[in-house]
């Protein structure tokens, strides 16, 4: 059954590659953006969405203008990575995502889906990025508070480490394929002791469908789901596979960069959630980091 989704963040990484999958299903998808937003990810379907630029417009125009939106996915985050300032952070994180759940509430939308990340799994915030940690807890929070009190189903996802072509240049996968491309005669990591659960953003979009295609169970309004593989990898293994699979010659200076004080040394998912609802990663961690390596090799190609 078509179904209106509005999508935050859509011009980012997972945010692009759900509205792609969100309109080959036939879905009518909805975004809002800011009128500066990059918008290069979805250019060739900008055709077919339907956006609304947040600094130029109320929070409820677009719940106004269509009759029903059946869902909301909120992927939209501020890391501080891109030297936010503390508010924007929990503007972003916070507010923004706070007041849409509102909106959603207020015109009826059966389901809001929070994206949230894996180093919030631990009650310390994450040493380096504690803004961003705070704000996606305390919005996480509400989010729980405001689904049970008014009946909003919410469902809080947790990402583990999300990968694929295109990624962000500093992310760990993307960065070291970019390298190993330009034939780079070393590189300098940590000790790559540390352990993550890393999943393809295609697994991650099939996760984010299927939830919007999951049947209500009135008695619990708020529910939690971490997606990820279940099985941890170290940065090291990880690393020396894609060297593997590249076939190169560069050398991986393991222990040549210090720790991050207060680094996550383990994160692993628990799918037993998600995949009572019927997801499985479609392909293995060998596979997915094969096709990534021919997707950065096509975006080298185009110059990207």
């Given at each position: ?32 953006k800011r009128s500066f937003s990059d918008t290069r990810r979805i250019e060739d379907c900008l055709s077919q969405i339907t956006a609304y630029d947040i600094d130029r417009c109320n929070i409820e125009k677009p719940f106004q203008d269509f ?238």
């Amino acid at each position: 059954m078509r179904q209106t989704i509005l999508v935050t963040g859509a011009t980012g990484f997972v945010g692009s590659h759900l509205v792609r999958q969100l309109l080959n299903k036939g879905d009518r998808v909805i975004i809002l953006k800011r009128s500066f937003s990059d918008t290069r990810r979805i250019e060739d379907c900008l055709s077919q969405i339907t956006a609304y630029d947040i600094d130029r417009c109320n929070i409820e125009k677009p719940f106004q203008d269509f009759e029903k939106i059946d869902a909301v996915v909120h992927t939209a985050t501020a890391t501080g990575r891109r030297q936010e300032s503390l508010i924007e952070i929990f503007e972003a994180n916070t507010a923004f995502p706070l007041s849409l759940l509102k909106a959603a509430k207020d015109y009826q939308t059966k389901t809001f889906i929070n994206t949230d990340t894996y180093v919030n799994k631990s009650k310390v915030l994450y040493e380096g990025l504690e803004s961003y940690s705070l704000s996606k807890k305390h919005f996480q929070q509400w989010g729980k508070q405001i689904a049970i009190v008014d009946r909003i189903e919410f469902f809080n996802v947790r990402l583990e480490y999300v990968f694929g072509p295109g990624d962000h240049r500093n992310k760990l996968i993307s960065y070291a394929s970019q390298q190993f491309l330009s034939n780079a005669s070393e590189l300098q990591f940590t000790s790559g002791e540390q352990q993550r659960d890393f999943i393809h953003v295609e697994d991650v979009v099939l996760a984010y469908l299927l939830l919007l295609e999951k049947e209500s169970d009135p008695s619990q309004y708020y529910q939690e789901y971490e997606v990820g593989t279940g099985k941890a990898t170290s940065l090291r293994q990880l690393l020396e596979m894609l060297k593997e699979l590249m076939q190169v010659r560069t050398e991986l200076k393991f222990g040549s960069l210090p720790q991050r004080q207060g680094e996550i040394m383990f994160s692993q998912a628990d799918t037993k959630a998600i995949e009572a609802i019927g997801w499985h990663p479609a392909k293995s961690l060998k596979e997915r980091l094969m096709e990534t390596i021919e997707g950065e090799k096509r975006l080298k190609e185009q110059g990207g």
